[in-house]
């Protein structure tokens, strides 16, 4: 069985479903295996990450093509009022 630390490299290093298939097998049956329960949580965290940043990105593309979003004139006095 492959260690904590070689789990948490591997689900850190690439996506998940680009893995060869037995890569992905051992992930799994560490994560079956393993008592502490880090591998689970620290796979579920990377995933909410990349998930989110995803998300953002597909956003972020979304806002820059619709010109027409502007702040609000509070929110631009307050940016002004703060910088020196």
């Known amino acids: 069985m492959r260690?904590?630390?070689?789990?948490a490299e591997i689900i850190?290093?690439?996506?998940?479903?680009?893995?060869p298939f037995w890569t992905r097998v051992?992930?799994?049956m560490h994560g079956v295996m393993?008592?502490?329960h880090f591998c689970i949580d620290y796979s579920k965290?990377?995933?909410?990450?990349r998930e989110?940043?995803?998300?953002?990105a597909n956003r972020r593309d979304e806002i820059e093509?619709?010109?027409?979003?502007?702040?609000p004139a509070q929110t631009k006095a307050k940016i002004k009022d703060s910088l020196p």
């Open 52 to 56: 989110t940043a995803r998300r953002w």
């Open 26 to 28: 051992s992930v799994r």
């Open 3 to 7: 260690s904590c630390k070689d789990i």
């Open 34 to 36: 393993c008592r502490c």
């Open 12 to 19: 850190s290093g690439s996506d998940y479903k680009d893995l």
């Open 45 to 49: 965290q990377v995933r909410i990450l």
């Open 65 to 71: 093509e619709d010109s027409s979003i502007e702040l």
